[in-house]
């Protein structure tokens, strides 16, 4: 169960002495991590995790003074829904992001590649959405929402996400403290929970508007065979055995849950849909696969498709089809890109 905000709170003072005593403790800190990187595969894996988590570690110090400051700013909360209040928190997001991924890109030498076929919000001449925007990305790795919205906020696109996930990510002091001042969803799981979330999705989608993206991963958690096996299950009981044939030949990819993209599309049809795929981050679902096979030295597979207002389905079935068909698109380009790269 999520702990209370007041409860929440306390981890903001306990990040500033955190990194305090990171700074102190630095020079033991990089010996011990040199020798450790003795032990591990790659070039001074440790030694890397080591910079990247203080990098973090200070941008969440931060960004929690900064929203302390606007805080102060917007007459002790009064004014923090405001227009421009509300863009101050977008652009305060959008710098954090920018540095976290540039001290990624650098320190674990990442190069992110846009498939060269695929419509992209960055691409020069490409015609693209000047509507509202659903974006449907497959779930692959803790990573995947930060390359998603940094991209979606790139100062030369500068769309302002809307982003639905899950309630436990607002154990991140930053997390919790910004994406609750803006207009995003936390879903809870357990009984009840998926009539609640589809609800709070739709109110989300219903006044998007040209600058606005809803960001939703319909598979609603990293693919693992355990929960592949669980997804898989739950189709078989409700008696969907089509939708069974269909997620047993996806290698890649949870089945899709469509009840959120169906409740985002019906409640903003004037919103056009882009559907993102990406490869390189899937295999890192825990911290320990994070310590044990972080990518480095590696290239980041980025996939977009645009799809038209006009040409989305509104009618339950006909989207629930729809979006099968995407995934399974987008399990062949995984596939593909996979075996390209491997070979």
């Known amino acids: 169960m999520l702990p209370s905000r007041r409860v929440r709170r306390v981890t903001g003072p306990l990040l500033i002495g955190a990194l305090v005593v990171a700074v102190a403790l630095l020079p033991v800190l990089v010996v011990v991590s040199l020798v450790a990187s003795l032990f591990l595969p790659g070039r001074l894996r440790a030694l890397r995790l080591l910079a990247f988590g203080l990098v973090y570690l200070a941008l969440e110090v931060a960004g929690l003074a900064a929203a302390a400051v606007l ?103 930053l997390i919790d403290v910004y994406l609750n001042r803006l207009p995003n969803t936390f879903v809870a799981s357990g009984p009840g929970s998926g009539q609640r979330s589809e609800e709070a999705i739709a109110d989300l989608a219903r006044d998007l508007g040209e600058e606005d ?63 993102v795929a990406h490869t390189g981050l899937e295999h890192l679902s825990t911290v320990r696969d994070v310590w044990r096979g972080l990518p480095t030295d590696k290239t980041l597979h980025l996939r977009w498709w645009f799809v038209p207002a006009a040409e989305v389905p509104r009618e339950e079935a006909e989207l629930t089809d729809w979006l099968y068909r995407w995934w399974e698109t987008i399990d062949d380009w995984i596939t593909t890109t996979s075996a390209r790269e491997a070979a």
């Open 71 to 173: 805080w102060v700013a917007s007459g002790f909360g009064r004014r923090l829904r405001s227009p421009a209040f509300r863009s101050a928190h977008y652009t305060v997001l959008r710098l954090l992001l920018d540095v976290v991924m540039r001290a990624a890109q650098r320190l674990f030498a990442l190069r992110l590649v846009t498939d060269g076929e695929s419509w992209s919000p960055l691409d020069d001449g490409v015609p693209g959405s000047t509507n509202a925007m659903v974006v449907l990305s497959r779930h692959a790795g803790p990573g995947d929402s930060f390359l998603l919205v940094n991209t979606l906020m790139n100062r030369d696109h500068l769309r302002q996400p809307r982003i639905v996930l899950k309630d436990l990510l607002q154990m991140d002091p």
């Open 213 to 275: 993206a809803l960001l939703i991963f319909p598979e609603g958690a990293n693919s693992t065979p355990q929960r592949r096996v669980r997804a898989i299950q739950r189709l078989r009981e409700r008696g969907l055995t089509a939708a069974v044939r269909r997620a047993e030949a996806m290698r890649h990819l949870l089945p899709p849950r469509p009840g959120g993209v169906v409740a985002a599309l019906r409640a903003a049809p004037h919103a056009d849909v882009v559907l």
